[in-house]
Nanobody, 119 residues
Framework: QVQLVESGGGLVQPGGSLRLSCAAS????????MRWYRQAPGKERELIAY???????????YYADSVKGRCTISRDNAKNTVDLLMNSLKLEDTAIYYC?????????WGQGIQVTVSS
């Protein structure tokens, strides 16, 4: 049974930091590129970070302009986890954050976790 479980969300003040983690099970994690998305109220879900699979080199990353320079995505293939470290958080970072494994017609999604940036 495939599972992606996000953790680490919550309430943080502007300028603060959070580390989101996504624990994967039920598939060969190292074979899958991993992505973090977010969806703010009233907005479409957007891709914010990507890290390639081990078979594709494992070190390629991508960041959306909205988070570039403030976020770092990393993966631990021994623990089957992918993390998203977010610094200098802004009010507009408030959203539900999702991790996703793979692409194409049948990716795997986590259930999402709330991040609220508020003073």
């Amino acid at each position: 049974q495939v599972q992606l479980v996000e953790s680490g969300g919550g309430l943080v003040q502007p300028g603060g930091s959070l580390r989101l983690s996504c624990a994967a099970s039920g598939f060969t994690f190292s074979n899958y590129a991993m992505r973090w998305y977010r969806q703010a109220p009233g907005k479409e879900r957007e891709l914010i970070a990507y890290i390639s699979s081990v078979s594709s080199g494992g070190g390629s990353t991508y960041y959306a302009d909205s988070v570039k320079g403030r976020c770092t995505i990393s993966r631990d293939n021994a623990k089957n986890t992918v993390d998203l470290l977010m610094n200098s958080l802004k009010l507009e970072d408030t959203a539900i954050y999702y991790c996703k494994a793979g692409g194409g017609p049948s990716p795997y999604w986590g259930q999402g976790i709330q991040v609220t940036v508020s003073s």
